[in-house]
């Protein structure tokens, strides 16, 4: 008789087996006594019977029989504590020696006859031991190296698809710290799972710090090639081409030959545009994989062949590109984007009725619309809009003097085709994405709108065209950094140098104007990109200051910013402009700094003045300055309250530091704060 499934979710073997054997193992742990395993098997052993065992669960004497067959296999696979982490077997009884089921029996009047239980394999048994012992317990064990790989590798994947994210880390990181273990492929696999639930913990630190201290401690094994592998992908994330080379060819000296490689070389060199040399370091990794005996590499040779016929196609798993990216798309963008820039004219916009609150419901109820709001929020969302403009507290523009940038007719036409074939519609108000943006990247539809761009090549001349195209590719399903930098930003940077040479000098765009999103998003994403890496450089600034100059209502808040650069860089005067092109700035950054910018330049009646103003508006903001520490408070997602706690820690976090180094502020402030 079969006493277990295979599969542990096989419902239909009339033992259930695995949960048998884990509350065994967990007995066992915890006595470590083999008289009182047996006793604990045989008084529970029918609880375990399942609807499909051929007798009735009432019948002691099968149960026993069942028992009796499984007692000493288990018991001889357990690893126990007290035994350094070793099983201690019982040995097969001889044929008249007393039988272990304890019956009183000789063994060949007694178990002798039964069917042999099939071998319990290690890393089986191990998996369920992990679960139940300590944490001590696993560092010891882990010190012993008495636990198969295989099995931690086991568990670890389990809680990771579980989402048991801190219980994966608890149980890898004992192999890596504060020594180093195992150094073979299996501990690379594993560091790669704790790799994965450090980014999903949001740890990315704790990520750094253990591929740097494998790379630092590890001889050259495969575990250190697994982390200069890992820290090749993270800087072929960020666009840092040559240390990603540099960390390739470290894990290629660690361990040469490694199929993975092949895949990590190809990938690097199409993210260059280097589609020649894919090709043919493709046909050379096919002619060294076809003489792996150990391995079977045909789907990797498959891919590989595929870009040694087509270096320039989408190659998915080597390119970083989507699959549902057409192979031409690419390659399609870097010739296009080579291309002679369009001539857009500088036209005056029609100023709004703004009395006509009918008509401008019926405009802010078609760009809900456009931009995929359901109707259960739009009657909502369009009160608020509208209530909010009769208040005056969202203005639009009513100059005489509003200007667009007006394609040339040849363009109209070809936004009018495009309309026809692209399904998203335009993001609504300062947001990046549609409501939906999912459909763009069905395959089908992928294909139809790439298809067009392929037929109207002037179609990269469309500021209308290029920001959809740049909202498709950054919600891009699998997008990371290197597609970005790939395909978005320069289709990003193309229609900013557009909207830049087409506007006359000292002239502007305002976003309140919906013609003249298109022109300013770019710029605007561009920034958010550049913030999101990390990349707050000289060029991230001057970006916001010709952003601001061209679209003075900084709609999206990117003069808080530069508010902070200014005063962190002593560019106090600078400052003080900044703020007086914003003087009801509900923004803590603009009417603070403006008290910080004043009392550095000396005018501190004026200082006193501005923070009556500001602390009259922002209170919480002043408060949290002066005090030596504060919890932070929970942020949500959904963003800032105007004049919450949020608001001022936040403030506080990024500012703090250049109050306390202006001389004499702090005991200012406090004695203004008391007035």
């Known amino acids: 008789m079969k006493f277990y499934p295979e599969d542990p979710d ?62 000493r296999e288990i018991w001889n696979v357990v690893p126990l504590p007290g035994n350094g982490f070793r099983p201690s077997p019982i040995p097969k009884p001889k044929r008249n020696s007393p039988c272990s089921c304890g019956s009183g029996k000789k063994f060949k009047q007694c178990c002798q006859g039964l069917a042999d239980v099939p071998p319990l394999p290690a890393e089986v048994v191990w998996s369920l031991v992990l679960e139940h012992l300590s944490s001590k317990q696993k560092t010891e064990a882990f010190r012993k190296k008495a636990v198969p790989l295989e099995a931690i590798e086991m568990v670890v994947n389990g809680y990771i698809d579980e989402g048991m994210l801190e219980e ?21 696999f594993i560091m790669e799972e704790l790799c994965t639930a450090y980014d999903d913990l949001e740890l990315r630190d704790k990520k750094h710090f253990l591929l740097d201290h494998v790379i630092e401690k590890s001889p050259k094994s495969p575990l250190r090639s697994c982390a200069h592998q890992r820290k090749t992908l993270i800087f072929l994330d960020l666009n840092k081409i040559d240390e990603a080379w540099a960390s390739f060819k470290r894990a290629m000296a660690d361990t040469p030959g490694s199929a993975v490689l092949s895949i990590l070389e190809i990938q690097i060199l199409m993210v260059e545009g280097r589609f020649k040399q894919a090709g043919k370091r493709a046909q050379f990794w096919i002619s060294q994989l076809k003489r792996d005996r150990l391995y079977d590499n045909e789907k ?65 109820h078609t760009q809900l619309t456009e931009a995929g709001i359901g109707t259960e929020d739009l009657e909502e969302i369009l009160d608020e809009v509208v209530n909010k403009q ?26 009018s085709l495009w309309k026809e074939v692209f399904p998203l519609p335009k993001p609504f108000g300062v947001q990046f994405f549609p409501h939906e943006h999912e459909e763009a990247w069905s395959p089908d539809i992928a294909y139809e709108w790439a298809s067009f761009l392929h037929d109207h090549p002037e179609a990269f001349d469309s500021l209308d065209i290029l920001d959809d195209l740049a909202t498709a590719l950054l919600c891009m399903p699998g997008s990371t950094r290197a597609t970005d930098d790939r395909l978005a930003v320069p289709i990003l940077k193309r229609a900013w140098t557009i909207t830049k040479t087409s506007v006359p000098e000292g002239k502007g765009l305002d976003w309140r104007s919906v013609e003249n999103r298109p022109a300013l998003r770019p710029l605007a994403r561009l920034l958010s990109l550049k ?9 991230y600034y001057t970006m916001i200051e010709e952003f601001l100059a061209l679209n003075h209502n900084d709609n999206h808040g990117f003069r ?36 910080l910018a004043l009392f550095r330049l000396g005018e501190k009646k004026q200082a006193s003045k501005a923070f009556k103003q500001a602390f009259s508006k922002l209170p919480k903001v002043a408060k ?8 932070k408070p929970k942020i949500s997602p959904q963003g800032v309250t105007f004049g919450g706690k949020d608001q001022a820690w936040l403030y506080r976090d990024a ?15 406090k004695s203004e704060i008391k007035r």
């Open 624 to 631: 949290a300055l002066v005090r030596s520490s504060m919890k």
């Open 300 to 364: 990797l040779i498959e891919h590989l062949q595929h870009v040694v016929d087509n270096p320039e196609g989408d190659h998915g798993f080597v390119s970083g590109i989507h699959d549902a990216v057409p192979g031409f798309l690419p390659a399609l963008v870097k010739t296009a984007l080579d291309s002679s820039l369009p001539s857009y004219k500088f036209s005056p916009i029609e100023p709004l009725d703004l009395d006509d609150m009918s008509t401008f419901r019926k405009q802010i």
């Open 560 to 595: 808080a910013d530069l508010m902070n650069h200014y005063l962190q860089s002593d560019r106090n005067q600078q400052a003080l402009e900044l703020a007086g092109r914003y003087p009801d700035d509900m923004l803590p950054e603009i009417p603070y700094g403006r008290v």
């Open 168 to 188: 994966a880390a608890q149980l890898a990181e004992p192999l890596f710290f504060p020594i180093i273990i195992y150094t073979n492929e299996t501990s690379g």
């Open 655 to 669: 500012m703090r530091d250049g109050w306390l180094k202006t001389r004499g502020i702090m005991t200012w402030l």
């Open 390 to 415: 009769r208040d005056g507290m969202e203005p639009l523009s009513d100059e005489e003097d509003d200007y667009t940038l007006m394609p040339s007719k040849k363009l109209v036409d070809v936004e």
């Open 531 to 539: 913030d999101d890496k990390g990349e707050r450089d000289n060029e």
């Open 10 to 71: 096989n419902n239909s073997a009339p033992l259930n087996f695995f949960q048998l054997l884990d509350d065994s193992i967990k007995f066992i742990i915890e006595h470590e006594d083999f008289d009182a395993f047996r006793a604990w098997l045989f008084k529970n052993i029918q609880t375990y019977m399942t609807p499909e065992t051929p007798f009735p669960a009432i019948d002691t004497v099968p149960a026993e029989i069942m028992a009796r067959g499984l007692l």
